[in-house]
């Protein structure tokens, strides 16, 4: 188990803005450092475009061009608020989500929640580890079988053996490989004009085919793994953080910590649309604009680009669906190994030493074992996101609600319950998420 700091100590990484943290030794007026304000917003934010999210876009832009893109921009405020209370829940309380749900929730409910999530985080598992391999065998050739595996094996490591404190800042450096998108889609020759008047005059219809997509989009930029990971995170930064305590029990910390937390979401959650528009829009000027507008995975998107955009945007768009697998693979193992585990009262954290919790661990492994194997079956994996996307549906609606709910109870929160404005906005994420469900099993087909 990681050693613990003292309690009473200062903050030695304070952050000060807009307001200062009275924990602080800094000087007044000093605002923090960029590093000093991002974190689980900026890392959650980022593992949201994963290899199956990023299929999803791909097919939003070769499909309907820039009809689509927004949706992004709605998805976003929508987002940042159920993201925002789900920092708050875990800064304020000192547990994550399913610990709270515990506490103040039937049990029946809470468990079909959990196994619900857990089956489909293992199912996306399986689907990235395959998306990142089948990419790297496009670009260096070989076994995707086995670089699948490998990557499955890599995260493994990474997770369970590399200290908290270490690993996060691997996973920061990662969220630079969504950079990749935006250099793509600003060497392929894209209309602005065109995307611009899209965006501001958005072409909606009612068509299946339409709304299956803005449906898939939605689904795939609220999901419900995010929440479990960015209050956890924000749980086991605080235990790292000298000084630091949940704020139900420190509440002169708060001003800074809530700001932070704001920051951090809003950030993170605006690098994650504007990667996934910046697929849509490359995917829309290239793919749809040559008449391709049928892609099931991210590496048939990529495959896809080479002769029209060329060699360099087809490698790098194809390493970045590695670079975003490997952060959202932890992130997918690990939100569902901690609502498992606060659900079970284990000892749960990514800075405990897996001797200190052998059961939430061996949750990450069992998830990536479970999901690198469904590759090595005869399980149409398309079919597979199928399942997952109606599990995710069927279970982001009730749980976002929970949490928005829990935000506003003093017995969970304290002094701390939402503010009116994010309340607000969280029971309208909720009710989109709603429509979404309602349209996904109106529209979707698991034959495609």
Not at 360 to 373: D, E, L, P, Q
Request: with cysteine.
């Amino acid at each position: 188990m990681t050693k613990a700091r003292p309690r009473d100590s200062a903050v030695s990484t304070p952050v000060e803005w807009p307001i200062p943290n009275p924990h602080s030794e800094v000087k007044r007026g000093r605002r923090p450092k960029l590093r000093d304000i991002l974190g689980p917003g900026l890392i959650t934010g980022a593992s949201d475009d994963d290899p199956s999210g990023i299929a999803t876009y791909s097919q939003a832009g070769a499909q309907f061009g820039y009809d689509l893109g927004w949706t992004l921009f709605l998805s976003w405020p929508l987002m940042c608020a159920i993201q925002e209370i789900c920092g708050r829940i875990g800064r304020v309380t000192g547990r994550g989500i399913a610990g709270n749900l515990r506490r103040h929730y039937p049990r029946w409910l809470v468990w079909t929640i959990i196994l619900l999530l857990a089956t489909a985080n293992t199912i996306n598992l399986g689907a990235d580890m395959g998306a990142m391999g089948a990419a790297l065998g496009l670009v260096i050739g070989g076994s995707t079988l086995l670089y699948t595996a490998g990557f499955g094996l890599l995260s493994v490591v990474l997770e369970v053996f590399v200290r908290y404190a270490r690993y996060v800042p691997i996973l920061k450096w990662l969220t630079l490989s969504l950079f990749a998108y935006v250099g793509v889609v600003l060497v392929v020759g894209v209309p602005w004009g065109a995307v611009l008047r899209h965006l501001v005059i958005p072409k909606i219809s009612l068509a299946p085919g339409y709304l299956t997509v803005v449906v898939a989009v939605l689904g795939t930029t609220i999901s419900p793994y995010l929440f479990f990971w960015q209050a956890e995170n924000e749980v086991e930064d605080m235990k790292e953080r000298d000084g630091s305590r949940a704020l139900k029990k420190a509440p002169d910390q708060a001003p800074a910590e809530l700001s932070r937390i704001r920051w951090d979401t809003w950030i993170g959650m605006g690098l994650s649309n504007t990667v996934a528009l910046s697929i849509v829009i490359t995917t829309a000027a290239t793919l749809h604009a040559h008449g391709i507008t049928n892609i099931e995975t991210s590496s048939q998107a990529a495959l896809a680009l080479k002769p029209i955009a060329g060699p360099f945007v087809f490698v790098v768009f194809a390493m970045g669906i590695i670079g975003t697998g490997l952060l959202a693979l932890p992130v997918l193992a690990g939100s569902a190994a901690y609502a498992l585990g606060e659900v079970m009262a284990w000892r749960v954290g990514l800075a405990r030493k897996w001797r200190r919790a052998p059961a939430f661990y061996g949750a990450i492994v069992a998830a990536m074992v479970i999901g690198g194997a469904i590759n090595f079956t005869r399980l149409d994996p398309m079919k597979a996101l199928f399942w997952s996307a109606v599990i995710n549906g069927v279970t982001a609606v009730p749980l976002m609600a929970l949490i928005v709910h829990l935000g506003q109870q003093r017995a969970a929160m304290g002094e701390f319950t939402l503010p009116p404005v994010l309340r607000a906005v969280g029971w309208l994420a909720t009710a989109a998420m709603a429509a979404a469900a309602v349209g996904m099993f109106m529209t979707f087909s698991p034959n495609g």
